[in-house]
């Protein structure tokens, strides 16, 4: 199937540093899509190449194979920054009318459009109130909205849920569901790796301008997996050190639960076979794959100094 | 194009409905008319009276110096400049023992200290009575002295300005207040629009709605959206302005009584010379009014107000984008807005010292030179058109100091542009004016 966007070796370099050096990835339609990396790895500048805020010094951005034009195609786009605020004095609803005109739906369509989601997100007594009346969880609400209402192919959303309740983010979260179901593509940038792992189909990990990781989020984990066992017995004070395995971690919360970690070139079966011959009780026995929250910081940690300033929840 | 207008009118329509806009359109006519009025009538009114102690030794003043509204000399005995105060005079004037016409000082004492203009009064009183005194030495009687005082005032100059065999009343005073107003009318609102410009793009950038615009719209087209919308708003308030003040001075002739309307009509229909009888009968105030009326109709207001328009939207477009751009860089704190500010109003603070040199002299080189350079050419040009055109400011002048003011103003837009295109989109970096200047003259 031919990507819905697909980037090749996008460069865009500031006065200072490469923001982005030579970047490629391709977005598959309908996929919900990770940008992953920590402060200052380059996922604004190459956001803002997307959406054609900016121009890349280098390389080309396809949009439905076609090369992407930002006069064009702004329209397919639909871009909720990190930075994103409203028109404090502005009434709500001439405000939403505002934006979706300048992403050129006309006047009558974009009524229409924006009544539908008004409805659908309970906000119609919001028209003639004015964004300083509304609370930080409204106002991303009503960002969203715009965002999408114009029915772009491609979703961007930096940052999502931040300043929203669990109440919202999961409102926000079934819709982002909804849209991809109904074919819209998006993109996810955020540093929430719990998030990621919860929304997204395929990742890609960007750091210092470069892409150092790219693919789905099962495959990643499994690339990553260190050979690592949670065993758990009612007898954990059986279960010792050996030529199979080393134990690396007893203190669980639940104490009868050992993280072992497997010697190299030993299957987890002569493990599990081990463990009944030693006739310990096994409550359970399963691989323990890395979050994604550690491949990041393993990835990160050895490009930048330890005081790096990401979110690490 | 078609999101240039969209955002044209969003800019044009938030401003006109909001109520200040119609509170400062109503209320600056009204305040200036209040304050015309209001100096004048102080001017008359207001001022304190002083009583003035004269001690003249030679016993010659008394008479000649002349009382008026706010003078009042007395001539009393035993007042000297200690006890001027306790016997109720506001000054005391000390006149010398007159020796030959030697240069003497004469020493004014004063419990609060005289205006500047109160004195030149008592010195010109004082240098009069002198000189009628010397009349009388060289024999000529004060009585005559007094006719020929009365009656010397008569001489009334009436100036023309020859273009080709034509020749045209000219009217220095009028077209310096014409010159004067308009120039000055230019510095306020490129200051009241210009900080608009300045104010509504900070307020894009600090409330993050920046980047949410331009991915919808070029950085360009927000930029110039806001300040042709922010320019059509000054346009709009200067009609209302000029309505407002045309329907005051219709209702205000309106209120006038009736024999004094007769009058000014009169007044109208003889050109001004009626008989000597009319004339005598027209009040000092019709006379005024027509006099009023008359110079209005000798000046070329169609020509005015097209240059006023023009120059004053040559000069919006030529700051406000350079208002825009610093606006762009500025990050929350309003201080740093200000520093960043300080060298574009200086030249407009400049340029409106120059409008007040050359409205004195304008047809020296530096008028011509500040009327053609961008940066003070609306100011000083409204000041010279004033005098005429052509007769004061050729008609090549005018071509040439608008042409540099378009060329100049395309020139600030295209700078401020790229400017504004890096710094609306950058958070929590305090940007100088030398990274501005090398964001303007970066290629691409």
Known sequence: ?313 | MHKIWIIIQREYTSRVKNKRFLLVTFLVPLLMVGLIVGSAYFSFKGTEERKIAVVDPNGFFKDKLKNSNQLKFEFPKDVDTSNYQSKGYSDILLMPLFEGDKKADYILRSKKSMGFNLQETISYKINTAIEDRMLEKAGIQQSILDSIHKSAQIAELKAYEDEGKKSKESNAALAMGIGYASGLLIYITMFIYGTMVLRGVMEEKTNRIAEVIVSSVKPFELMLGKIIGIGAVGLTQFLMWIIVVVTLTGVGMGLLPDDMQNQVQQLQQSGGQMGAAGMAQASESAKNIYAFQHVLATTNWPLIIGCFLFYFLGGFLFYASLFAAVGSVVNEDPQDAQSLMFPITMPIIFSYIITNVVIQNPNTPMAFWASVIPFSSPMVMMARISYGVPSTVPYWELALSMVTLIGGFLLTTWLSAKIYRTGILMYGKKVTWKEMIKWAFAKS
Not at chain 1, 4 to 24: R, W
Not at chain 1, 46 to 63: C, N, S, V
Not at chain 1, 68 to 91: C, Q
Not at chain 1, 123 to 146: C, P, R
């Open chain 1, 1 to 313: 199937m031919e990507p819905l966007l697909s980037l090749s070796h996008l460069v865009k370099h500031y006065a200072t540093q490469k923001a982005v050096d030579d970047i490629s990835f391709d977005i598959q339609k309908g996929s919900i899509f990770g940008l992953l990396g920590p402060n200052g790895a380059g996922k604004t500048t190459l956001l803002r190449m997307i959406t054609g805020i900016f121009y890349p010094d280098a390389g080309e951005i396809k949009l439905e194979g076609k090369h992407f034009d930002p006069l064009l195609d702004i329209r397919e786009i639909g871009y909720m920054p990190e930075e994103r605020g409203l028109y404090k004095k502005m009434k709500i609803g001439e405000q939403a009318l505002y934006l979706a005109q300048l992403r050129g739906l006309s006047k009558a369509d974009a009524m229409e459009k924006i009544k539908y989601w008004f409805e659908k997100f309970e906000m119609q007594s919001w028209w003639n109130k004015k964004v300083e009346d509304l609370s930080k969880g409204m106002s991303q609400k009503l960002q969203f909205v715009i965002t999408v209402l114009h029915e772009p192919k491609l979703i961007i959303l930096d940052e999502p849920f931040s300043g929203l309740d669990p109440l919202n983010a999961n409102l926000i979260k079934d819709e982002i569901y909804a849209l991809a179901k109904k074919g819209s593509t998006i993109i996810f940038s955020t540093h929430r790796m719990e998030q990621v792992e919860e929304i997204c189909d395929h990742i890609v990990l960007v750091n210092l301008g470069k892409k150092i990781l790219d693919g789905t989020v099962a495959d990643i984990k499994q690339q990553f997996k260190e050979s690592i066992f949670a065993i758990e017995t009612n007898q954990p004070e059986l279960i010792k050190d050996n030529s199979l395995f080393s134990i690396i971690d007893k203190a669980d919360k639940n104490p009868n639960k050992i993280l072992v970690k497997l010697s190299n070139a030993v299957a987890s079966n002569q493990v599990l076979k081990y463990l009944i011959e030693q006739n310990i009780p096994i409550v359970s026995y399963n691989e323990v794959l890395p979050s994604l929250n550690d491949i990041f910081i393993q990835l990160v940690e050895d490009t930048q100094a330890k005081a790096r300033a990401f979110q690490n929840i």
